[in-house]
């Protein structure tokens, strides 16, 4: 197989010489600021001419003249700085088999796997034939909190001992590829889950329950979610903190945000929020359309600055920011426990599903983990502490089994109650609406599946990490705004605008939809009339929602899935702000900057809501209910809060309330929602509890 991928990538080589490379003199940023002074848009074409600046096309343009397009003759030269590659070729059954490898149920035909040189492998340090039955801590969940948890506290002398379990597995060379994102959701590097049906919403996915899968794998979510990089806004933090949360103000978890950073950005890099000597990479993409620079362009026309949005003082849009490492993903698996898997004190179990935490009943001390692994149930005591970083629906779960939950839940499912506290009482979760499409008029403008998925293009992403391919699911943009419908006077957006090189529809509805489980029906009837043609959408999404939901248990055996509630859109306050966001990305569709491809705004069809006008208002109404989806950013199952509030699971320093030796470490902790991704703030979350627990520990004489 190695010698297949060598002859490969050498007859790739050899292609690459025919294909027309564009450098990084071809591109008008906006970061470049073609304004005046007074923040007056300057003539664009001008510009463009001035530094022979053209629309960026992510494939070779046709020789048929198009809107808004510049003709360009093709270049038998190589720039070795060059940076975009554009192929054009058929999508390669190479890559097909090579995708099945992180297909559900995955095993190969035979004992020898052709693909397994191409996954990571964590096997006992060397001396170790298998695990010990005592660890100093005990980790549950290589989530993205565990493996930086895992990774620190075996890192001082004396030298703790760490056991680390994790029901998936370690990830492969293909979950590394950004651009393939789509396909994980449907892969056993997820758990499946879903919502609860819910009358009223999430109308067009499968069994109108809305998809929620996270990640199972070593890793956790770092290794199936989109990369992106934002860490909330310092008043998130501050409110947090406001809450009787001592020590999560923004000034006190921004340290520890820059101690994991390793800004590779290429004009934010020295700020003085950013970090530059941590393991954890950050940089932009090394590919982008031209329907980037629109929508960063249009941002500006109505008063969006493009700006860093990781920034504490400022809202605006940004091209995006991703945890990558040259193109490739980087997991915190990756970043944390793959350079010290060799430690002797660390020990990774992966397959290993924990199904109980075990409580001496008398003295409320957690004393030992119960697990299956390979079919056999185990179990490993604990000498110091048990931390969960199972994730938003797995450590509550894992509690509740455990005995610790909201009594009459627990006991009306036989389970004894050992601590009653509103284990998953609390849940918050960002929503979005993928449904605002514009149809372009010009071609080769923006991502498509069939020229994008190429075995060319997967070679350039393998040796230089470039390429179409490094373009985290289609997304190059972020904005945070705040909408007239803000109840918030300070620097807080209450809307999201995630920007793509595309839309939903790049893929014909192979992957995308699929990753929303929104239904056949649903996708054809909308947007099946927009199969292999040029789209731009920006997706709004919801950052602080009213409607609350909860978790509970589903019964009492630990292989079933949680009852998970989304309560979607109960509160009329988030419909009102969805809607407005849609007239804003409208309106940004219909600027200036996207007349050059022609732009004209898609009125889907959708099954659900044929007794309505189009475009009317109780169409959009109709349209958010059918296309609702989960952005899988939920928080708050296992609160955070001070004694004294009554729906709190864990204190500040994330010991649970009511037993010993027991803490939760991971987004679940959140008492609020924060404006942006979860990633980054969930290491932050396991760089501090690190140092909350080996201070608790620091007199211990060994």
């Known amino acids: 197989m190695r010698r297949l991928l060598y002859a490969l990538f050498i007859t790739t080589v050899i292609r690459v010489k025919a294909i027309d490379i564009y450098t990084d003199d071809d591109f008008l940023n906006v970061e470049d600021e073609p304004y005046d002074n007074t923040n007056n848009l300057l003539d664009i074409e001008n510009v463009q001419s001035s530094r022979n600046a053209r629309i960026l096309r992510p494939y070779p343009l046709d020789n048929k003249s198009e809107v808004g397009s510049e003709e360009r003759k093709p270049s038998n030269k190589i720039n070795r700085g060059a940076r975009f590659a554009h192929y054009s070729y058929p999508q390669s059954p190479i890559v097909d088999m090579m995708l099945q490898t992180v297909a559900n149920n995955y095993s190969p035909t035979n004992a020898n796997d052709p693909f397994d040189f191409l996954r990571d492998s964590y096997p006992l340090p060397k001396g170790f034939s298998s ?19 895992a990774a620190r506290l075996t890192e001082d002398k004396p030298k703790a001992t760490v056991l680390l379990l ?17 396909y994980l959701q449907n892969t056993d590097y997820v758990w499946p889950y879903s919502m609860e ?69 290429r004009k934010y890099k020295n700020m003085p929020y950013r970090g530059r000597d941590g393991v954890l990479t950050v940089e932009n993409v090394p590919f982008r359309t031209g329907l980037v620079e629109a929508f960063l362009t249009a941002g500006k026309i109505n008063g969006y600055q493009t700006v860093d949005y990781v920034a504490p003082d400022q809202l605006g849009f940004g091209y995006v920011q991703t945890i990558t490492n040259r193109g490739h993903r980087l997991s915190a698996a990756k970043a944390f426990l793959h350079p010290h898997k060799r430690r002797k004190n660390l020990h990774i179990l992966t397959d290993a599903r924990a199904t109980k935490v075990v409580i001496e009943p008398q003295t409320k001390r957690a004393y030992a ?35 610790i939950g909201p009594q009459e839940h627990l006991q009306t499912l036989g389970i004894p109650v050992l601590s009653n506290k509103k284990v998953g009482r609390t849940m918050y979760d960002h929503i979005g609406f993928p449904g605002v499409v514009f ?77 929303w489980k929104i239904t056949d029906k649903t996708y054809q009837n909308a947007f ?20 609350k939901g909860r978790l509970e248990l589903r019964d009492s055996s630990p292989f079933s899935y949680p009852k998970v509630y989304g309560n979607y859109l109960t509160d009329q306050r988030d419909m009102v702000a969805l809607k407005e966001a849609i007239k804003i990305v409208i309106n940004l569709g219909e600027s200036e900057p996207f007349r050059k ?15 309505y006008p189009l475009g009317s208002e109780p169409y959009w109404d109709c349209a958010i209910r059918t296309m609702v989806v989960s952005m899988r950013r939920q928080v708050g199952t296992c609160k955070m809060g001070p004694q004294n509030d009554p729906d709190a699971v864990v204190d500040p320093e994330l010991k649970v309330y009511g037993v010993d030796g027991l803490r939760v470490a991971d987004i679940s902790v959140l008492p609020r929602t924060i404006s942006g991704h979860t990633i980054a703030p969930e290491i932050m979350i396991g760089e501090k509890a690190a140092d909350m627990i080996r201070k608790t520990w620091s007199n211990l004489v060994v």
Not at 378 to 384: D, S
Request: net charge negative; aromatic share 8%.
């Open 131 to 149: 695990q010990l039955d005592e660890y100093d801590y005990v980790i549950v969940g290589a989530s993205s909190a565990g493996s930086v948890l």
């Open 166 to 182: 994790e029901a998936g597995k370690p990830e492969m060379i293909l979950s590394d590829i950004p651009a393939l994102t789509h």
């Open 197 to 265: 049906h819910q009358a009223g919403v999430c109308l067009g996915s499968e069994e109108q329950r809305c998809y929620i899968p996270r990640g199972k794998a070593l890793g956790g979510s770092s290794v199936t979610d989109f990369m992106f990089y934002s860490r909330g806004r310092p008043q998130d933090w501050d409110k947090i903190a406001a809450d009787g949360n001592f020590g999560w103000s923004y000034n006190e978890v921004l340290e520890y945000f820059k101690k994991s950073e390793r800004s590779e950005l």
């Open 369 to 403: 983990v119960e697990y299956i692994k390979n079919n056999i149930k185990r179990t490993v005591r604990c000498r110091r502490e048990i931390i969960l970083s199972a994730g938003p629906i797995g450590s509550p779960q894992l509690l509740m089994l455990s005995g």
């Open 439 to 515: 149809k372009l008029g010009s071609t080769n403008a923006s991502l498509l599946e069939p020229k994008v998925a190429t075995l060319p293009n997967l070679m350039q992403w393998l040796q230089f990490g470039d390429g179409l391919l490094t373009t985290p699911g289609g997304v190059e943009a972020l904005g945070y705004i705040k909408t007239s419908v803000s109840e918030r006077s300070d620097l807080t957006p209450d809307i999201e605008l995630i920007d793509m090189g595309g839309s939903l529809t790049l893929d014909s509805g192979a992957a995308i939809r699929k990753s």
């Open 528 to 547: 099946g009339s927009l199969h292999a043609v040029d789209t731009w959408q920006a997706i709004p999404v919801l950052l602080h929602p009213k409607s």
């Open 597 to 611: 491809y022609a732009a004209t705004l898609h009125l889907p069809q959708y099954p659900t809501c044929t007794s």
